[in-house]
């Protein structure tokens, strides 16, 4: 029987001096979910998988997973407790090859025996595309092929809970297409997945549910077409990001 | 004394000079961390086997495993409840700790051992030889500290790139951060390394101390041959690092043979013209 919810963030601040990144925000997610997370740049969005992750102790609140308080558990015992994360700006062990990336994870992250690490290495290589170049030295990758990295990394750590973070920029329509099957192929193994995502038609392709984060706060939550298309939410994310980006 | 006769010892001393300045690689290769108490611990092992020789008349070669056994639990522990908790952003602390290690170490030995020169008997072995042709002998003692220095570097390389442990020494080596949230350990591997590097340490200390006579302030020299061996040879591989001490041990004994003040410096000259001109040493290994 899976705990429900599997993750809960509950009442979550974090701020760095004067700034508030995250304002009591709160969310659950069950197995089998996909949770999109869309926000303008700087609202919270990786901080919250940080507070999540273990890279960062939340000023106030509490972060459970099956129903278990983690807030003060070290991120190694969080990994081995079943939260999985890739980063947003991919950094994989670059001394390491792509096979020993995965493999280290699954290791020590998945608690694995040898022989089952190296079927889970096998697995998901193939899953991220990446099985051709297994033994390249993982500081030697293309950035697009770091990003499948992170996403192969995360996994091969055996989540039950998988955060992603921006897996989907920079790649091509087709490409990012096969990122939203494997998405959904995991989804359907019962792995909770929180996926943070500018590449909107790529999450909505995917997301079951959607929250929204503006500086810090959550704006909106709920069916993800509903929350996209809502006013407060055009106006606050979509008119932000279309103005950021101009301006770059 | 001919060129071929001090090419040879010098390479034999470079034996040694490599089991000293493994453990230093070991340290640096895991945590990027220097031990400023290296060479302490080095002359430690050397009187710990002192001891325990005149105590059980037991030979200096069943000695060793045995300093090594022990210094590689004094190390785990010593890592897990003090160096542990200087590791951070700062690069400072460490350095400051194990610093300290190394003036309470030589003082403890000044106090129990008083600044005589000490050293260990090997009985006839350590005077006997064997002749590789008309005039050349070499020691069969050198030459064991040699072959074991060759043992150790091949099993540190196959421990680092083969085996489970090894994979997530580097891993933790190239980002700890990342490499706690793939579920490592980072305070326990790093107290797996350095019982690693003093077990080396131990045996490297027992091997000097049947080799050279020792005393308490010995330590600082041995710090300073292990980290030049180091540097001459790069960073990422043993192999790099046995090379670099048998370079810095022929340059030693050609520096000797010219006058016999000029051995230790020959070898600081060496390791500054490689700071110079190759900065990353001869043998690096690196991603990038």
Not at chain 1, 39 to 56: C, E, H, Q, R, Y
Not at chain 2, 41 to 48: D, E, T
Not at chain 2, 250 to 268: D, E
Request: hydrophobic share 55%.
């Amino acid at each position: 029987m899976v705990p429900s919810p599997l993750v809960e963030v509950r009442n979550v601040s974090k701020r760095y001096g004067s700034l508030t990144v995250t304002a009591n925000v709160s969310l659950t997610v069950d197995a089998g979910e996909v949770l999109g997370i869309l926000g303008p740049n700087g609202a919270g969005k990786t901080t919250l998988f940080n507070i999540m992750s273990g890279d960062v102790a939340p000023d106030a609140g509490a972060v459970f997973l099956a129903g278990a308080d983690i807030t003060k558990l070290p991120p190694h015992e969080r990994c081995r407790r079943g939260i999985g994360r890739s980063y947003q700006i991919a950094k994989p062990f670059g001394g390491l090859s792509v096979y020993e990336n995965v493999l280290v994870a699954a290791l020590f992250g998945g608690r694995r025996s040898g022989r089952e690490a190296n079927a889970v290495c096998a697995e998901v290589l193939e899953l991220t595309g990446l099985m051709r170049k297994a033994n390249r030295l993982a500081g030697t990758l293309t950035l697009l092929d770091r990003k499948r990295l992170e996403f192969a990394r995360a996994l091969g750590t055996g989540p039950t809970v998988l955060l992603l973070d921006e897996i989907a920029g920079g790649l091509t329509d087709h490409e990012a297409q096969d990122v939203v099957a494997t998405v959904s192929a995991i989804r359907e193994r019962g792995i909770a997945v929180i996926w943070i995502e500018h590449v909107v038609h790529a999450l909505l392709a995917v997301a079951t549910r959607v929250i929204v984060l503006d500086a810090g706060a959550k704006i909106a939550e709920g069916e993800p077409h509903a929350v996209i298309n809502s006013p407060q939410v055009q106006r606050v994310y979509m008119g932000v990001d279309v103005e950021v980006e101009v301006g770059a | 004394m001919n060129a071929m006769d001090t090419v040879v010892q010098g390479a034999l001393l470079g034996g040694l000079y490599a089991l000293f300045a493994m453990g230093l690689a070991v340290i640096y290769g895991v945590m990027r961390q220097v031990n400023i108490a290296h060479g302490d611990f080095i002359v430690l092992g050397a009187y710990s086997a002192f001891v325990v020789v005149a105590a059980t008349g037991l030979s200096p070669f069943v000695v060793a495993p045995l300093t090594a056994l022990v210094f590689a639990a004094f190390g785990y522990a010593l890592q897990r409840t003090i160096i542990n908790r200087t590791l951070g952003n700062a690069i400072l602390p460490p350095l400051v700790v194990t610093y300290g290690l190394s003036i309470i170490i030589q003082n403890v030995l000044l106090q129990v051992f008083s600044a005589d020169a000490r050293s260990i008997q090997i009985g006839a072995l350590g005077t006997a030889s064997v002749a590789l042709g008309a005039h050349l002998a070499v020691g069969w003692f050198p030459l064991i500290v040699f072959g074991t220095a060759l043992a150790v570097a091949a099993l540190l390389e196959f421990v680092f790139n083969r085996t489970s442990l090894g994979m997530a020494f580097r891993a933790v080596a190239d980002d700890p951060e990342i490499a706690q949230v793939m579920g490592l350990r980072d305070g326990q591997l790093f107290a797996y390394a350095t019982a690693i590097s003093l077990a080396v340490v131990a045996l490297a200390g027992v091997f000097m101390g049947i080799k050279f006579t020792f005393a308490p302030a010995d330590g600082p020299n041995f710090l300073i041959y292990s980290f030049e061996a180091v540097v001459i040879g790069g960073l990422g591989s043993f192999w790099g690092t046995f090379a670099g001490a048998i370079i810095l041990g022929v340059a030693q004994a050609i520096g000797f043979a010219l006058n016999p003040g000029w051995g230790i410096l020959a070898g600081h000259l060496v390791f500054l013209a490689v700071l110079v001109y190759r900065p990353t040493g001869l043998f690096a290994r690196s991603a990038q």
